[in-house]
């Protein structure tokens, strides 16, 4: 299927010759999670022309389990609020392109140029940027050779191949507690193990983590490596205040250890800060007129969903208020 709003020539996009005015979109979207997909509904609603480019609908959404804070929900699988949202979204007829990561964001005189990996061009007028976060990778040895074999990044996709086996999860926040609530769900025998003294994981996450009894806390320990041929078979770990080593038989290892920004698509057009994180004011303007950005990717704190939907609709109106300023629509 072919989208308007991209140019064949791909050497439009390296001297950023303006596009023709008909195949421009007011507004292109970037991501797939609750800030973009909010921004597209916001944009539809505005009668805006736009096109929201992803790899996928949900984004991060699609590997969390179980949701008890988002409003109009008591309790509801991540999984599913992210079909909510997609559902809402396809029911604008909003163009969309899945599947191919975009690569690079440049600026002309009055139009991004957006270019994905298979050579596609989408030009608009205005933009928003909410691509989200990624995992960090551990770097131990082992970690990555042993990826899919043992050591899993998304405990929604992979607890249930560990009912009842012993597995090590790395990290100390809301999302190894979350991975913990999942692997509880199959009696799996958990040791977590956490860089820092104490747990960074809301109370009420470990106050449910322990009321289970096969759970090991083990704080202010390091994971050293990971062993195993063919698969995980074990891990060793070290005492921060000992410097003791310890290894441990294991069946499985998840690591919970924090996000990064997925801003390297316009790390040298818009301000990021150290961690690489968008930089934007209250009405999710960045330093570049006519970008805005939304979600996770930005410096906004408290990473929630719900946050990230409602930086999605600040974006949308900032951005629509923009084109009207601007005398673009």
């Known amino acids: 299927m072919e989208f308007p709003g991209f140019i064949l020539?791909?050497?439009?996009?390296?001297?950023?010759?303006?596009?023709?005015?008909s195949t421009r979109y007011d507004m292109l979207i970037i991501?797939?999670?609750?800030?973009?997909?909010?921004?597209?509904?916001?944009?539809?609603?505005?009668?805006?022309?736009?096109?929201?480019?992803?790899?996928?609908?949900?984004?991060?959404?699609?590997?969390?389990?179980?949701?008890?804070?988002?409003?109009?929900?008591?309790?509801?699988?991540?999984?599913?609020?992210?079909?909510?949202?997609?559902?809402?979204?396809?029911?604008?007829?909003?163009?969309?392109?899945?599947?191919?990561?975009?690569?690079?964001?440049?600026?002309?005189?009055?139009?991004?140029?957006?270019?994905?990996?298979?050579?596609?061009?989408?030009?608009?007028?205005?933009?928003?940027?909410?691509t989200g976060e990624r995992h960090r990778e551990l770097a131990v040895k082992g970690a990555r050779d042993l990826i899919g074999r043992g050591v899993s990044y998304c405990?929604?996709?992979?607890?249930?191949?560990?009912?009842?086996?012993?597995?090590?999860?790395?990290?100390?926040g809301n999302s190894a507690f979350s991975t913990m609530l999942d692997l509880m769900r199959v009696n799996a025998e958990i040791i977590i193990v956490n860089v820092t003294k104490g747990w960074q994981a809301d109370t009420i996450l470990l106050h449910r983590a322990r009321q289970y009894s096969q759970i090991q806390f083990l704080?202010?320990?390091?994971?050293?490596?990971?062993?195993g041929k063919e698969r995980v078979e074990s891990a060793t770990i070290r005492n921060r205040e000992s410097q003791q080593e310890e290894t441990i038989p294991l069946d499985g290892i998840f690591i919970e250890i924090g996000l990064i920004p997925n801003s390297g698509p316009v790390k040298d057009l818009v301000e990021l800060n150290e961690t690489g994180e968008v930089v934007i004011d209250h009405e999710c303007k960045t330093n570049v007129p006519g970008f805005f950005s939304a979600g996770d990717v930005t410096i906004i704190p408290h990473k929630q969903i719900i946050i990230s939907a409602g930086e999605g609709a600040k974006a949308s109106l900032s951005a629509y208020d923009y084109l009207i300023k601007t005398s673009q629509i």
């Open 31 to 130: 991501g797939g999670g609750a800030a973009a997909m909010s921004a597209a509904i916001y944009s539809a609603r505005k009668m805006l022309s736009l096109a929201l480019l992803s790899i996928d609908f949900g984004g991060l959404m699609n590997e969390a389990s179980e949701i008890e804070n988002y409003l109009g929900f008591q309790s509801i699988q991540a999984r599913d609020l992210a079909s909510r949202f997609e559902a809402h979204v396809k029911g604008f007829n909003v163009p969309v392109n899945l599947g191919v990561p975009v690569v690079k964001v440049q600026q002309g005189n009055d139009f991004f140029m957006v270019r994905l990996e298979d050579g596609k061009l989408f030009s608009g007028r205005t933009l928003v940027f909410a």
């Open 155 to 172: 405990a929604t996709c992979d607890a249930p191949l560990f009912r009842e086996k012993k597995v090590m999860i790395v990290g100390g």
């Open 9 to 21: 020539d791909t050497s439009a996009f390296s001297e950023l010759q303006k596009p023709d005015e």
């Open 219 to 227: 704080d202010y320990h390091e994971l050293v490596r990971i062993n």
